[in-house]
């Protein structure tokens, strides 16, 4: 099939994603999923890959994008691959740094047959230091930034995040670092390497947590749910459920009045944000004694009355299930290769002129080989060569 744009936005690009695990696919996806010209190239016989092809979390990954395979192995499999860079304006890797300079894909090699090539690198650690070269993968990365360290309740030990988010931001980091090269490119003509980790990454996300440390000293432990320097945010059990509250120090009035506490808006035991936050606990016990009186309908109504921002704690299947959800229509339908509509995540940004939307299905493995190459200007003699020698599949 010819390149289906998922959008108008990105169409004018082409990249090369030569990513695998979940970082770099993420990053490739933000500009599938808003139109690039994505070929995916796949080394031939990975059986990470075969075994994991038809399973939800590789569908996600790779919508939206074209695949062939090429063994960068063979010289020949590197001939191909420069001629297609020469046209490329995106490459995204995550090998380890002597991995790609010995098969011949390290950016100062691509440059020289792309100068305006925007090359970007995804890896644990970075491309030099001590670590370069210790494999890393999201939950150690996870540990070795601190944020196990915050997250989880006081005296539980450290607890990951329930989702791989090292690798999420890290992708959506470099996706964002592909398209400031791509505009710095307008005005100098030349592209750029772009850099990122996961531990770069994963320690720029602990933001106020990293703040409070750097500019306080103060090294943040767990707190559980509640807010790591704010008073009355927590999860909170109900008759039937849990509740978040989450009232901005401007709002305590608010939430005092909605659980029928008015006297706490004056007293000096709670006058104060910097007393509230001193008497964290005595607050928490406090709201906590109320609400476990109340079912999860009606403190949510006392609070949306009050405009208190607060809300249940959801499952996943509740989550998509929310009225909310359902109105921002989080989901978008795409023909997967049985024939069956399959259900993914859409983009969670709107633009009002160039929208996102599914277009294709992860392709099988090798699947547009021939008509990538083809594209790239290859007779069908040289491809039927390829072929016939091992280069492609």
């Not at 020949?76 to 002597?98: H, Q």
């Not at 030349?190 to 440390?213: K, N």
Request: some cysteine.
């Amino acid at each position: 099939m010819p390149h289906l744009p998922a959008s108008p936005a990105l169409s004018d690009l082409t990249v090369i994603d030569m990513t695998h695990a979940r970082a770099g696919p993420v990053c490739v996806r933000q500009l599938a999923d808003w139109g690039a010209n994505v070929i995916r190239v796949e080394r031939p016989g990975n059986p990470e890959d075969f075994s994991a092809r038809h399973e939800a979390d590789f569908q996600n990954k790779h919508r939206n994008k074209r695949g062939m395979a090429l063994n960068l192995r063979s010289e020949e499999g590197r001939a191909v691959l420069y001629r297609m860079i020469k046209r490329a304006d995106i490459v995204v890797e995550n090998f380890r740094p002597d991995v790609k300079s010995r098969l011949g894909f390290d950016y100062q090699t691509l440059k020289a047959h792309n100068p305006r090539l925007i090359y970007a690198s995804i890896s644990a650690f970075g491309q030099d230091g001590p670590y370069r070269d210790r494999p890393g993968v999201d939950q150690v990365v996870q540990g070795m930034s601190g944020l196990m360290s915050v997250t989880g309740e006081p005296g539980r030990g450290p607890m990951r995040v329930g989702i791989p988010i090292a690798d999420i931001v890290t992708g959506l980091y470099s996706a964002l670092g592909i398209l400031t090269a791509l505009h710095e490119r307008e005005k100098s003509g030349e592209g750029q390497w772009v850099q990122a980790s996961l531990l770069e990454s994963q320690t720029f996300m602990l933001d106020l947590q990293a703040a409070r440390y750097l500019v306080d000293g103060v090294v943040p432990r767990q707190v559980g749910n509640e807010h790591p320097s704010g008073a009355a945010t927590n999860t909170y059990k109900t008759k039937d459920g849990y509740v978040n509250v989450a009232p901005i120090p401007s709002m305590w009035g608010r939430l005092c009045k909605a659980l029928g506490r008015e006297q706490w808006i004056e007293h000096p035991d709670y006058a104060t944000r910097d007393i509230r936050r001193k008497r964290r606990k005595e607050i928490n016990d406090e709201i906590a004694a109320i609400v476990a009186e109340m079912d999860s309908a009606t403190l949510m109504a006392k609070l949306d009355q009050a405009e208190v921002p607060a809300g249940p704690i959801n499952d996943i299947a509740q989550a998509y299930a929310d009225p909310q959800a359902q109105h921002l229509k989080l989901t978008q339908t795409v023909v997967a290769v049985d024939g069956k509509d399959m259900r993914l995540p859409r983009q969670p940004f709107t633009l009002s002129r160039t929208p996102s939307k599914l277009r294709c299905r992860t392709p099988e493995f090798g699947e547009h080989t021939d008509e990538i190459l083809a594209e790239f200007g290859f007779s069908a003699d040289e491809i039927k060569g390829f072929r016939a020698r091992g280069s492609v599949e």
